[in-house]
């Protein structure tokens, strides 16, 4: 071996011993075990007694059908927020403990429970789960869920390779979760700083879990970019033209040309830090010419589009909230559309703000200050738009709106405060203080409301019934009063020059803010628990929230609201046509809500398949053996992987049609079954012109025709 590796190694095990290597002896993580087993044993108790196997694997495990796809990209990405959240419990509790020098410990540790080692690792999983495995599959999710439906089309442009995505996607969760029991996790930070994560100075394989899991996972968000991008070329129904297309779904294509051209930049990166570590390259240490600033530079020329990347998704669902609950078009489409697309080529020249303080020239500081002020331009056209298109309009304030005006107020702290950042002399003060960690919250967290915003927004859209307001509303409070809690006293102890990644906090005046900050967390806690009610009592009461026609909220705009709520599997019984930019608010004005069609037509449609799902164990096999250093196994998944894709590349039985009549049979049952929720007979509309909550009152808005 041509790196100087320490401890045992062997042919059959590499590094690992078991008995060494799992964490029975430390409390807090044999309690996490513990929930684990039992969890996953409850169940597999439940699918066992309810006979759900079968179910699982047919509708789920198997799945190319882009809805069912994307409910599981953000099942998956909630249930990593869970995990990323227990961590941030942790941080908060660990400084809000070992504050002075009098301060006591537990559990081995000098101050507060957590040793600075895992302590290092707590913060580092955090930030890397919430940025790769929380938000962004969330945000991948929808645009897997509502894009395509949308731009009226059936599926994803390439189905199999949008199963491939998720599956990938899970390999990176689990490899992270894995890590949490067997061996450590990296200590470096989620930036992964050199030469700190070179073999020399973390001979574990805390590193090798960061870099594999990364680096399997991008592979995943990179093919879904290439998906997305191409299904929004190429599978837009007749009359989609370029100048009506949701605006939603032109952030999904600006991010993804983000996604695109930036992943493969942190591919390469990480590629190289790999090199360093298992074969004795010296791309990112001093020694034999390598240089570490090279790492940092590659990492933030992805790691600032990226978070563009998850922003602009974001600034997509506002859009399509503010409007709906307006009851006016979105001001400004084209400079919506243009903004868009400005600041994700502007988000790639300004990555060096990062470390202004590397030592680099004054120009180049002020080069890079003067591109990170440039974005404030496209993003303050779109805050101005966002406020025309509510000014005078006929506002209503159920829960989706509600986060989206919190998002709204917090890209204006949290832009203001990246301006503060983006001065140079400022940010020599600042730097690699918490004040630099609020400013990101602060930034992420308006993402963390948008997204929520779009849970209540499409909820009953994908699952055919509305969310409980009521504890909707709690939610939404309890989360407020968390973030102002626990992100103002953050600000301020940044000002007061905290530093970022303490595991003991020497001064003792700096401890009321901390407690503050617990308070903070306390309250968060309390909405998870009202986030976790509301989901259960709605689904309890989903009768009674059942959603009549096609559009939950009346006043929707787009073509999503056009077909039946839930969608079918084969989202529109016949291509629609669009005709405005606004298509379902044009058809609401012209008395066109209704889809039934005088003929049908044969459905093309993909095939399920095992092969993405197969794939992805082989390669979590593949990820656990290169971090154990296993090469047999390695080797093994790795031909396997590849003989898996050339045998499914000779499948040519991947689709099927469903012959026109089959179609107007399962469009009667679902036509009937609607006409039956509202007591009205045979032939009503599905799309949801009459009745509900909101019809009385709100005459059909006014829509536009784009010249
Ligand atoms: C007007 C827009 C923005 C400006 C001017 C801005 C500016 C900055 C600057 C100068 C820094 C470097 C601070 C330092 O480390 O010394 C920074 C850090 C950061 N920003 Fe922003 N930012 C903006 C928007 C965003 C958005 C939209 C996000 C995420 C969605 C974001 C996430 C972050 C993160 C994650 C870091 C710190 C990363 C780390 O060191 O771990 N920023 N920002
Ligand atoms: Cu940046």
Aim: charged share 10%; glycine share 8%.
């Amino acid at each position: 071996m041509l790196v100087d590796l320490q401890g045992p190694w062997s042919p059959i095990f590499g590094r690992l011993g078991l008995l060494l290597d799992v964490h029975y002896n430390n409390p807090v993580i044999f309690f996490a075990f513990q929930l684990v087993v039992v969890g996953g044993a409850l169940l597999a108790f439940w699918l066992t007694c309810t006979n759900r196997w079968k179910w699982l694997w047919k509708d789920w495990l198997t799945t190319v059908d882009h809805k069912k796809l994307g409910i599981m990209y953000i099942l998956v990405g909630l249930v990593m927020m869970f995990r990323g959240f227990s961590d941030a419990i942790m941080i908060r509790t660990q400084q809000a403990m070992a504050v002075g020098p009098d301060s006591p410990g537990i559990l081995g540790a000098a101050h507060g429970y957590l040793p600075p080692y895992h302590f290092d690792q707590v913060f580092t999983a955090h930030g890397m789960i919430m940025i790769l495995l929380a938000v962004t599959p969330i945000l991948v999710g929808f645009m897997n869920i509502i894009m395509p439906i949308q731009i009226g089309a059936r599926d994803m442009a390439y189905p199999y390779l949008n199963a491939l995505g998720l599956w990938l996607t899970v390999v990176a969760a689990a490899l992270v979760m894995i890590a949490l029991f067997v061996g450590d996790f990296s200590h470096a930070g989620w930036v992964g700083l050199t030469p700190l994560t070179e073999l020399p100075y973390s001979p574990g394989v805390g590193v090798d879990y960061y870099i594999w899991s990364i680096q399997l996972g991008s592979i995943g968000t990179t093919l879904g970019a290439v998906n997305l991008i191409a299904t929004i070329i190429k599978m837009r129904a007749p009359g989609m033209t370029w100048g009506r297309l949701p605006i939603f779904t032109w952030t999904t294509l600006a991010s993804n040309i983000i996604a695109l051209t930036s992943f493969p930049v942190l591919g390469v990166a990480l590629g190289l830090l790999t090199f360093d570590r298992y074969v004795g390259t010296h791309f990112f240490t001093a020694d034999l010419g390598g240089n570490l600033m090279m790492y940092t530079n590659l990492f933030w020329i992805w790691g600032h589009p990226e978070v563009y990347f998850v922003v602009i998704p974001a600034f997509g669902f506002l859009s399509e909230i503010i409007p709906t609950f307006s009851e006016k078009p979105l001001f400004g489409y084209i400079t919506m559309v243009l903004a868009s697309m400005a600041i994700a080529l502007v988000s790639w020249t300004v990555w060096l703000h990062h470390f202004f303080t590397m030592g680099a020239s004054p120009g180049v500081n002020s080069y890079f200050s003067i591109a990170t002020m440039l974005v404030g331009i496209p993003t303050g056209v779109k805050v101005f738009n966002w406020a025309f298109t509510m000014y005078r309009g006929r506002l209503r304030f159920p829960t989706p709106m509600l986060w989206a005006l919190g998002s709204l107020f917090l890209l204006i702290t949290g832009g203001m405060t990246g301006m503060m950042l983006s001065v140079p002399a400022i940010n020599y003060l600042v730097h690699n203080s918490v004040f630099v960690i609020a400013h990101f919250h602060n930034m992420f967290l308006l993402i963390a409301y948008a997204s929520f915003g779009a849970v209540a927004f499409w909820w009953p859209k994908v699952f055919g019934f509305r969310l409980d307001e009521k504890l909707g509303k709690l939610f939404f409070w309890l989360f407020t009063a968390g973030t102002l809690l626990v992100f103002i006293p953050m600000y301020t102890l940044g000002f007061m020059g905290m530093t970022r990644r303490l595991d003991y906090v020497a001064h003792t005046s700096w401890q009321p803010l901390l407690l503050l900050e617990m308070l903070g967390i306390a309250l968060y806690t309390l909405s998870v628990l009202a986030f976790v009610a509301q989901l259960a009592v709605s689904i309890r009461d989903r009768e009674k929230n059942r959603v009549t026609g096609s559009d939950a909220w009346e006043t929707s705009r787009s073509v999503e609201w056009m077909t039946h709520t839930p969608p079918p599997f084969y989202n529109f019984a016949v291509t629609p046509v669009i005709h405005d930019r606004d298509e379902w608010a044009w058809r609401r004005e012209h008395g066109l809500t209704s889809l039934v069609p005088d003929r049908y037509l044969d459905i093309h449609m993909p095939k399920n398949t095992a092969v993405p799902l197969i794939i992805g164990m082989l390669t979590l096999f593949f990820g656990f053996a290169m971090v154990w250093r296993i090469w047999w196994l390695a080797a093994a998944s790795l031909i396997a992987i590849i003989v898996v894709m050339i045998i499914r590349s000779f499948d040519k039985d991947t689709d099927y049609i469903i012959p026109a009549a089959e179609v107007e049979k399962m469009e009667q049952e679902i036509l009937s079954r609607a006409a039956g929720a509202t007591g009205d007979t045979a032939d009503a509309p599905i799309g949801g012109g009459a009745g509900g909550a909101y019809a009385s009152r709100h005459a059909p808005s006014q829509s536009r025709k784009d010249t």
